[in-house]
């Protein structure tokens, strides 16, 4: 993966703030890649993104345009391209097993000091 394109129809969302939303989400992918983003949509925000997000040029919405615009093709591979989203995962299981772990004990430590206060 040298260059990252997108192909999209933003029309169904209307004259609305969405289709720039897309547009931050687009630079987040270049980012995470390094790699340059050309982003064309048939009725959205078309754009030219720049490996560390900077937006190079942008359409307007609901306007027929044609943009040109030098662009890379970018060789090498990023950290997020070698580990993926498994780096994500070992935090997230630690919490669920944290989640789930604690309270048997506590609940165990409860039960025993109301036996203990019935018993007395």
Do not use: C
């Amino acid at each position: 993966m040298d260059l990252l394109a997108n192909l999209t129809n933003d029309a169904w969302f209307g004259d609305t703030t969405e289709p720039w939303i897309h547009l931050a989400l687009a630079k987040f992918r270049a980012i995470e890649h390094r790699r340059f983003f050309v982003r064309s949509t048939n009725s959205g925000v078309s754009a030219f993104i720049d490996p560390v997000g900077r937006v190079l040029e942008t359409s307007e919405t609901f306007k027929e345009q044609s943009m040109v615009h030098e662009v890379a093709w970018l060789k090498g591979r990023t950290v997020y391209e070698a580990l993926g989203d498994w780096p994500y995962w070992i935090p997230g299981l630690f919490a669920v097993y944290a989640a789930f772990s604690g309270r048997p004990r506590r609940q165990r430590k409860a039960k025993r000091a109301k036996a203990a206060a019935l018993a007395s």
